[in-house]
């Protein structure tokens, strides 16, 4: 499978939707979905000025069930020395995945179904939205196969859930449904699995037809709020809400108010 079949891209109507496509391995990361997911990033970041939101999902019922472990299984019968080169290398580029992720200026969406497993939790925390169906399941899972986990996901999961919960689930790498997920804060939305796709197209379409610009600066605004004290948040807030009040959404967005309409944002 080329990394082109192993990640699927498509842009339309101002939102990019990203599907992870390795089906018969529950869509399991490997090499290949790594080249792939790099490559559609590629495609995005060049597309980004008609891109108001982006979807990441999975095919056939699953949204990820982790790393694949038989690339793991390979490198087990080689030298140390040789085989731990190759892992840094492969982590290496998962993560710079995640970080391109996180630095898109739209919102990302996580639409997610089935088992969310491992680097799959990684790559939901890495999105801004996640919507599931009431089916799928959680499992950060790392501690099962006795590693540490990768893709942020200890750096996401104590600002989401709280030290202590994010030590239950990464020691523990119990499984739990999408009602705890939801009340943790890890997703947005629980939907029937036949109306995921059209949930996360209905939310996609909300936030890309909203003002770009001040969407990107409140993502960055939000992202970077954690390694700020309030002196630096509050200068932040100003300079970006001075750069946004000499936009013309922002003068869309105070016309439609006075004038009692919905506004017309990213006018072209």
């Known amino acids: 499978m080329s990394s082109q079949d192993a990640v699927l ?3 339309e109507n101002d939102i990019a939707t990203l599907t992870l496509n390795r089906p018969d391995r529950m869509n399991a990361l490997d090499g290949t979905m790594v080249s792939g997911l790099l490559t559609a990033l590629d495609q995005i970041e060049a597309e980004m000025k008609n891109i108001g939101a982006v979807i990441v999902a999975g095919s056939g019922g699953t949204f990820m069930a982790g790393g694949d ?4 299984h390979q490198l087990g019968a080689m030298p140390a020395n040789e085989a731990q080169p190759q892992i840094r290398a492969m982590i290496d580029r998962v993560h710079e995945v995640i970080a391109r992720l996180v630095r898109l200026p739209c919102p990302v969406i996580a639409s997610a179904n089935g088992a969310v497993a491992g680097f799959g939790v990684s790559l939901l925390n890495a999105c801004d939205m996640a919507i599931a169906t009431r ?13 540490s986990p990768d893709g942020g996901a200890t750096h996401s999961l104590v600002r989401l859930v709280g030290m202590k919960k994010a030590k239950e689930i990464a020691l523990l ?3 739990f449904d999408s009602a705890e997920a ?7 939305q629980i939907v029937e699995t036949a109306d995921l796709e059209k949930s996360t197209c209905e939310l996609a379409m909300r936030i890309a037809s909203g003002p770009r610009a001040a969407l990107a600066k409140t993502k960055a605004l939000l992202n970077s709020a954690p390694e700020r004290d309030l002196h630096g948040q509050l200068l932040a807030e100003a300079e970006a809400f001075a750069e946004c ?5 922002f003068r869309e967005g105070v016309r439609a108010f006075v004038e009692k309409r919905k506004p017309v944002f990213n006018s072209k």
Not at 69 to 72: G, P, R
Not at 182 to 188: K, T
Request: aromatic share 12%; proline share 3%.
């Open 9 to 11: 891209l498509k842009i």
């Open 69 to 72: 472990v038989k690339f793991f």
């Open 135 to 147: 089916e799928t399941v959680f499992t950060l899972a790392y501690c099962h196969i006795g590693t």
């Open 173 to 175: 790498g119990d499984r």
């Open 182 to 188: 939801l009340r943790l804060g890890l997703i947005n």
């Open 245 to 249: 009040a000499i936009s013309p959404d």
